[in-house]
Nanobody, 122 residues
């Protein structure tokens, strides 16, 4: 069993930056691909970014490409999401997830964190 805990969310003005962290414990973190997803009120959970087990392959949603960067530190059992040039439409609860492969589908991930709120004001 893996436990994931997100942190780093908050309120930021449009154009600002935040860095989300997701600390993993339990099963061997370095064996899992990690993903970030988000869910805004009244909307379905959507893919944001994913990274493979050793960090040499990343994929981004078109809506965040060029603004967000996913990275991981296997020595610290932590995955990060650096978010720059934030927009009001980035407002959502952000979740990290762990699974066997770096896919964009939420159903492919076995473990989820509790989420952290990101609010971008205009």
């Amino acid at each position: 069993q893996a436990q994931l805990v997100e942190s780093g969310g908050g309120l930021v003005q449009a154009g600002g930056s935040l860095r989300l962290s997701c600390a993993a414990s339990g099963r061997i973190f370095s064996l899992y691909a990690m993903g970030w997803f988000r869910q805004a009120p009244g909307k379905e959970r959507e893919f944001v970014a994913t990274i493979n087990w050793n960090g040499d392959r990343t994929t981004y949603a078109d809506s965040v490409k060029g603004r967000f960067t996913i990275s991981r530190d296997n020595a610290k059992n932590t995955v990060y999401l650096q978010m720059n040039s934030l927009k009001p439409e980035d407002t959502a609860v952000y979740y990290c997830a762990a699974g066997p492969g770096p896919t964009t589908a939420p159903s492919s991930y076995n473990y989820w964190g509790q989420g952290t709120q990101v609010t971008v004001s205009s």
